[in-house]
C-alpha cells in the first residue's frame, strides 16, 4: 500500500474484511469526523447488514483499534533508528506529525490511543530502544517518551482544530489576522499588547519545528558523556 493512502474500500459485492472494515470507517471520519462513526454507518458504506460487520472485528472500538494501526504504520517507523539520537528524535517527531496530519480527523484518535494496540506500540519501542542504545537511563528514557508524547498531543491537537474546515475558521486569513492582532494589542494587559502582532500568528509548523529542538537542546544536558 502506498504511502499515505487509504485502506481499500470494497463495492457492495466484495467480500468483506478486517481492513475494508477500517478503510470504510476512515473514510467516515476523514470526511465527517470521528464522532460521525458507528457500526450502521460502516455497514451502509460497504452496503451490508451491520450484523455481518462483526464476523470481522469484535467492537467498534477494534475498528478505532485499526485506525490507529492504520496510520501508525504509515509512518514507516524502523525498529532501530540508524545515526546520532539527535537526529533520530526529528526523525520520529516528523514522521508522526506527518503520518498524523494525512488524516486531520483522525489525528486527535490516533493520539489519544497510541498504546492500544502492539502496531501502534511500535514507534514507542523505536524512540525507547533509540533512547537507550545512545547510553540514556532507562527511567530518563520514559520520561523523555512521556514529554515527547505530551508535546506531540498538544501541538497537533491544537493545529488540526485551528485548520481549515474545523468549523473556526469564519473569516479570510488576512481578516482573522488582523482581528487578533488588534484584539491582543487592546486587551489592557501591557505584555501581551506588547507582542500582539506576533501572538496573532499561528505558524504551526514553525512552532512544531521550535519545540522539537528546545527538546533536543535540553536532552543534551542529559546525555551520557562520550568516552575516548
Not at 136 to 144: G, L, Q, S
Not at 187 to 209: M, R, T
Amino acid at each position: 500500500m502506498a504511502r499515505g493512502a487509504r485502506p481499500e474500500v470494497p463495492g457492495p459485492r466484495e467480500p468483506l474484511s478486517r481492513e475494508r472494515i477500517v478503510g470504510a470507517a476512515l473514510v467516515i471520519i476523514d470526511e465527517e469526523g470521528v464522532e460521525a462513526l458507528s457500526m450502521r454507518r460502516i455497514a451502509a458504506r460497504l452496503g451490508v447488514q451491520a450484523m455481518s460487520l462483526y464476523n470481522h472485528v469484535r467492537s467498534k472500538d477494534d475498528i478505532l483499534d485499526g485506525v490507529t494501526e492504520f496510520i501508525t504504520t504509515d509512518m514507516r517507523m524502523p525498529r532501530r533508528m540508524t545515526g546520532g539520537w539527535e537526529e533520530g528524535v526529528r526523525d520520529i517527531a516528523y514522521g508522526f506529525r506527518r503520518a498524523s496530519l494525512r488524516h486531520p480527523r483522525a489525528c486527535e484518535l490516533v493520539l489519544m490511543r497510541q498504546l492500544s494496540t502492539p502496531t501502534a506500540l511500535a514507534p514507542v519501542d523505536t524512540m525507547i530502544a533509540m533512547m537507550l542504545d545512545h547510553g540514556f537511563d532507562e527511567e530518563i528514557a520514559v520520561h523523555v517518551l512521556r514529554l515527547f508524547i505530551s508535546f506531540q498531543v498538544g501541538t497537533l491537537l491544537q493545529e488540526v482544530r485551528s485548520a481549515p474546515g474545523s468549523g473556526r475558521e469564519g473569516r479570510a486569513p488576512e481578516e482573522r489576522l488582523a482581528a487578533r492582532t488588534a484584539y491582543f494589542a487592546g486587551s489592557g494587559f501591557p505584555a501581551v499588547a506588547k507582542v500582539a502582532p506576533i501572538l496573532a500568528v499561528n505558524d504551526h509548523e514553525a512552532e512544531f519545528a521550535f519545540g522539537v529542538e528546545l527538546l533536543i537542546t535540553a536532552l543534551r544536558g542529559l546525555a551520557p558523556v562520550a568516552r575516548d
